[in-house]
């Protein structure tokens, strides 16, 4: 028998910028994923912001700003994925009714911060924004789902990006508030579940992994002074929601990884130390303790960074604590001061392969211990109720008579069904998981559609050809039973 609690939340996840398309429909802004492009493993997408002006494009991913100056554009001869996506925008009702039929009980998505606030700054919220996102709710209600909501997912307002320099400016934080406390109180009887930021450890995180993999002084301290921006924004957020729904949830979002010491030389051990205070707890403990943790000053000190912080900014910190701490979760890392042979490759694998693991197309590990691990710690170290909500795998799918046979990512996704349940039975208070992609979408890493995680397939292409025609794969089938059995079935 499974562990799992009676109410386990089973489903899915997507983000807005992945899925909706509609990128000009319904009043909406432009965001800074409207002007990334594609990529591939060999060249990660977050090299493409397209810019007006004669160096054209610029690293994007991750930087929710542009260089000072510069301007987005968008160019006739450049495909933009996310500009049509899966056009969920238009297919939602279809959509939701392929999830209830599998038996979700939530689902993830996030809100287009640019379908609220076009530009991030006018006064009132666009009222068709509010409008699409009531139907959505209302539909995944309808259907029985709970809906987990992404505030802020990867999909910043352009304008703001622009003119504010990658959250280096304090305005951003207002501005941020305002977004959220409209969301609060427009759906505080339809949505019970929030994210604050996706994935907010990622500015640290990817830092040395993105651009040519040197970093300044000057690029930790404004990765630094955003967090702290951001970490402000969360917790004067959550104290906001708190105040309009008492009975709100409301989480931090972080990219969840392990990391291993490559050799049992004690330096390998602290090498990875680190880098998990680096890369997961500097921004767990900022989220979930409501304090910047006792190696933060090792930290800043290394690269002389110097934070501006307000008065009152870590009693809202302190006051603003989420209420749950959830997670994604792909892959484990292996850290070693010692040359070991093979590199880990693909975008955002870090570090040294791991010998006992094996890697998908795309160079992520595999490593379902590591999750029962990373639950397990990190419970201990918060105990707060815990979501796993992003793991898959990204593959590529092959079409045969109309349906895919996915044995791969059902492989995946029960071996990492069983670490959960691993680490509920050792005591973990885990409250839902939602797959990555439960329907096909565009990747963030690297814009593809080819990088499939889906039950649902979706006809479309990385050039962006197709019908946009949906269908069930094998998985569609397996996680329904195991979402009917509670997690007995895998
Ligand atoms: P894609 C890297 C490592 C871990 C999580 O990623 C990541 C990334 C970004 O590539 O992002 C999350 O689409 C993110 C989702 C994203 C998903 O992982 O590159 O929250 O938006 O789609 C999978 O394969």
């Known amino acids: 028998m499974a562990h799992f609690r009676k109410d386990f939340l089973w489903g899915g996840a997507v983000a807005a910028n992945q899925v909706e398309g509609g ?3 319904g009043g909406k802004g432009l965001s800074v994923t409207d002007i990334t492009t594609a990529g591939s493993l060999e060249s990660p997408r977050y090299l493409t912001y397209t810019l007006d002006g004669k160096d054209g494009k610029v690293a994007g991913m991750f930087a929710s700003s542009l260089p000072k100056g510069a ?13 049509v996506a899966i056009d969920f925008y238009h297919h939602y009702k279809e959509d939701i009714k392929m999830f209830a039929d599998m038996g979700f009980k939530v689902f993830r998505t996030s809100i287009a911060w640019t379908r609220i606030f076009p530009t991030g700054e006018e006064d009132k919220p666009n009222q068709e924004g509010l409008d699409f996102y009531r139907r959505v709710f209302e539909e995944l209600k309808k259907n029985g789902i709970e809906p987990l909501v992404t505030i802020s997912h990867y999909e910043d307002p352009l304008a703001l990006g622009e003119k504010y320099n990658d959250w280096q400016d304090r305005k951003m934080i207002d501005l941020y508030v305002k977004y ?49 921006h951001q970490f402000v924004a969360s917790a004067k957020a959550v104290v906001a929601g708190h105040k309009i729904n008492p009975d709100f949830m409301i989480g931090n979002m972080i990219a969840g990884s392990v990391y291993y010491p490559g050799t049992p030389d004690p330096k390998d051990a602290l090498a990875a130390r680190y880098e998990e205070e680096l890369s997961q707890l500097y921004c767990a403990d900022a989220q979930a303790k409501g304090e910047y943790p006792s190696f933060a000053k090792r930290l800043w000190d290394e690269h002389n960074v110097h934070l501006k912080i307000e008065d009152g900014d870590l009693e809202v910190m302190k006051e603003g604590k989420v209420d749950m701490y959830t997670f994604s979760y792909y892959m484990s890392n292996m850290v070693t001061t010692h040359d070991v042979g093979e590199k880990a490759k693909g975008n955002f694998a870090a570090g040294a392969k791991n010998p006992y693991l094996e890697y998908s197309e795309w160079g992520w590990s595999t490593d379902p211990d590591g999750l029962q691990l990373y639950l397990e710690k990190m419970y201990d170290r918060y105990g707060i109720p815990m979501m796993v909500v992003e793991n898959g795998l990204g593959a590529v799918d092959k079409l045969e008579d109309g349906t895919v046979h996915d044995d791969y990512r059902i492989d995946y996704l029960r071996k990492h069904i069983k670490a959960m349940d691993k680490a509920v039975e050792h005591g973990v208070d885990l409250r839902a998981y939602t797959t990555w992609g439960c329907i096909d979408c565009v990747s963030a890493g690297t814009g593809q ?37 509670n997690g007995d079935e895998l």
């Open 23 to 25: 990128y000009n429909e």
């Open 71 to 83: 301007k987005g554009k968008i160019f006739d001869n450049e495909y933009y994925p996310n500009h």
């Open 180 to 228: 959220a406390t409209t969301l609060f109180k427009e759906y505080k009887d339809l949505v019970k579940y929030w994210l604050t930021f996706n994935e907010i450890n990622s500015s640290l995180m990817f830092l040395k992994l993105v651009g040519d993999g040197k970093v300044s002084d000057a690029d930790y301290q404004k990765a630094y002074q955003k967090l702290h």
């Open 449 to 485: 559609m080819s990088k499939r995680y889906g039950f649902i397939y979706v006809d479309r292409d990385d050039k962006g050809e197709g019908t946009l025609k949906r269908l069930p794969k094998d998985s569609y089938y397996w996680y329904q039973k195991v979402i009917a059995s």
